[in-house]
């Protein structure tokens, strides 16, 4: 079965850190671009950061450069998101999602274009 597993979220201050782990299981990770997203509520989801099958392109939000960076581990089936400097508009529900099977050097901030969604890890920054 085809699964995406998020982990990492938390209650953080401002200013803080946090590691978001997103892990996939019954297929291979490393064929997918791999994208964060996160939902406040009564938003709609956005994209945050995302990183081609191949790792070699890395795309993100206005609002998190210099901030987020994404990475991932191909050997473990693993994506990760490093989330430095939070701040309280960062609190939402942060979702990975897999999508563009074969499309290297490329990733996409839409939504629409990813196939696989995990079930999300809830991030909240206050003091």
């Known amino acids: 079965q085809l699964q995406l597993v998020e982990s990492g979220g938390g209650l953080v201050q401002p200013g803080g850190s946090l590691r978001l782990s997103c892990a996939a299981s019954g297929f291979a990770l490393d064929d997918y671009a791999v994208g964060w997203f996160r939902q406040a509520p009564g938003k709609e989801r956005e994209g945050v950061s995302c990183?081609?099958?191949?790792?070699?392109?890395?795309n993100y939000a206005d609002s998190v450069k210099g901030r987020f960076t994404i990475s991932r581990d191909n050997a473990n089936n693993t994506v990760y998101l490093q989330m430095n400097s939070l701040k309280p508009e960062d609190t939402a529900v942060y979702y990975c999602?897999?999508?563009?099977?074969?499309?290297?050097?490329?990733?996409?901030?839409?939504?629409?274009?990813?196939?696989?969604w995990g079930q999300g890890t809830p991030v909240t920054v206050s003091s």
């Open positions: 990183i081609s099958d191949n790792g070699y392109r890395t």
């Open positions: 999602a897999a999508g563009q099977k074969g499309l290297h050097y490329y990733c996409s901030l839409y939504v629409g274009e990813y196939d696989y």
